[in-house]
């Protein structure tokens, strides 16, 4: 069984992440996971925090000279903000007296949090509630991108929209609609987008709303190319590969809503416009038209590219704050707290879901292959 669990807080020492269930005999790089993690930190609308940590991750157990042993792999990165912090997140008591956060922002965990643990500061909500922990998964679906490559796999992002800026649904899907190069002009934008007409309107949208103190969400889209027929099944509701798609990319903060293909726009018109049509090749290949389905039928993949899309909400720490509550008197108040914060994070967003989309493909493919080893793995899936 895959899995993997992650810990650490926002402005604590670090963050930990154990991934179980990765086959030995696996080259791992260490630059490559590195390199997702600053594509995490880009994106234009970050902000003051993404100027301080440079992410990258630190092998503990489970790696010698580049390849998986089979044992839980640790990997740490560390959080350079800590030294700012060292005595405001000591694990120790300490002396002096601190302000507690009290005003709640509408929107965050701060107050869901402090009413279900039971805080009266909402510092200790903020901490693991904070989407700080998104670099964690962003190294664990480094390290799953790495095995999904080994049996040809690939996964990109990018931002479809910002506001009312970009995407109209619904959108041609046809097995053309993702050329090669435009992962590159995507690799190129400030705004992970294809298109750079589009991506200076973006940055002009998300710089309007920094000057009234608000935030932007938006849409971002993330394709799988390469993924075999046959992952998931329509055996039990938990094993869809529809389902746990959705599931992985709703964990992502902010994320509020998941399409599939087609997703939404397929219930805009009738079946004979939607359905993608199956032909087969002389060399026994299949393939479809179309691919409205978004590479899943039945809960289970169909060879072509597996295609999500996700809608982010504008992030809650407005600097012109909303009203709301101080928790600590119960009064009602004009303005709820503003703290350091980004103002857009769908593109970032865009490179946790593809973390997500590596993990889930990563467990459904060792799943359907099994094996303890890389040499067993590749053997069954040439089989
Ligand atoms: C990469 C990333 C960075 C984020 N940065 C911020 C931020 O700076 N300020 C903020 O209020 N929310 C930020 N968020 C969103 C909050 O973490 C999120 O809204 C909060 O945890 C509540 O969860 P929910 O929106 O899913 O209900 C960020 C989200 C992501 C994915
Ligand atoms: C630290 C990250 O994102 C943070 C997510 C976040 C939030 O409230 O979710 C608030 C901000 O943190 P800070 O309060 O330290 O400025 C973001 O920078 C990161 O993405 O690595």
Known sequence: MFRFLTAGESHGPGLTIIVEGLPAGLTVEKVLIDADLRR?????????????????V?????????????????????????????????????D??????????????????????????????IERSSSRETAARVA?????????????????????????????EPRPMTPDAYPEEMWEAVENSPMRCADAALTEKMIARILEAKRHGDTCGGVFEVVAFGVPIGLGSFSQWDRRL???LAMAM??????????????????????????DVLRHREDGSWYHLTNNAGGIEGGISNGEPIVVRVGVKPIPTLAHPLPSVDIASGENID?????????????????????????????????????????????????
């Open 40 to 56: 995490r930190q880009g994106g234009y609308g970050r902000g003051g925090r993404m100027k301080i940590e440079k992410d990258e």
């Open 58 to 94: 630190r092998f503990l157990s489970g790696v010698r000279h580049g390849k998986t042993l089979g044992s839980p792999i640790t990997m740490q990165i560390e959080n350079r903000d800590w030294v700012n912090w060292e005595e405001r997140m000591n694990p120790a008591p300490v």
């Open 140 to 168: 664990v679906g480094g390290l799953c991108r790495q095995f999904l490559q080994q049996f040809g796999i690939t996964i990109h992002s990018h931002v479809l929209s910002v506001v009312e800026v970009g995407y109209e």
């Open 96 to 125: 002096v007296e601190m302000e507690p956060v009290t005003r709640v922002r509408p929107g965050h965990a701060d107050f869901t949090g402090a009413i279900k643990y039971g805080h009266s500061d909402v510092r200790n909500v």
């Open 250 to 275: 709703m964990s992502i903060p902010s994320a509020k809503g998941v399409e599939i293909g087609a997703g939404f726009g397929a219930t805009r018109t009738t079946g004979s416009h939607v359905h």
């Open 335 to 383: 303005q709820s707290r503003y703290e350091r914060s980004d103002v857009c994070v769908v593109p970032a967003a865009g490179v946790v879901g593809e973390a997500m989309m590596a993990v889930v493909l990563t467990e459904a493919l060792l799943e359907k292959y099994g094996g303890d080893s890389m040499d067993e793995m590749l053997r069954h899936a040439r089989a």
């Open 242 to 244: 529809s389902t746990r």
